[in-house]
């Protein structure tokens, strides 16, 4: 009963956008790891978990190893749109402080620019 999941890169913003749709789990972890090489170029990466309904111990393990390879090469990873059931996983497991969370890519993106700006 795998559910499928996919990543699309958007290119409608400024900063680099990857669209999640689908769980994050042990199953697709490999998915996940591939897209964020790819984007190890961008200075930052916004994660929209709009159509991500959950994710598993190993999606969470996926994400949190993204976000210590990045921060040790200078870069960040933020994210948009977490629904309650993933912000409750964050704050079981203590990780929510380790991103910068919005609702949503545009609101992550005109904080991003405010704070360059400031």
Do not use: C, W
């Amino acid at each position: 009963m795998d559910e499928e999941f996919s990543i699309d890169r958007s290119d409608a913003f400024t900063h680099e956008v990857l669209a999640l749709r689908g769980p994050l789990t042990a199953g697709n972890a490999p998915i996940f790891q591939n897209a964020m090489r790819r984007e190890e170029p961008a200075e930052i990466v916004i994660l929209d978990f709009s159509d991500v309904p959950y994710v598993d111990s190993a999606g969470l393990g996926s994400l949190v190893s993204a976000f210590i390879s990045r921060q040790k090469a200078g870069r960040k990873i933020v994210l948009s749109g977490i629904n309650a059931r993933v912000q409750k996983l964050f704050e079981i497991t203590r990780v929510q402080d380790l991103f910068l969370i919005f609702p949503s890519p545009d609101e992550a993106i005109a904080a991003l620019q405010s704070a360059a700006q400031a």
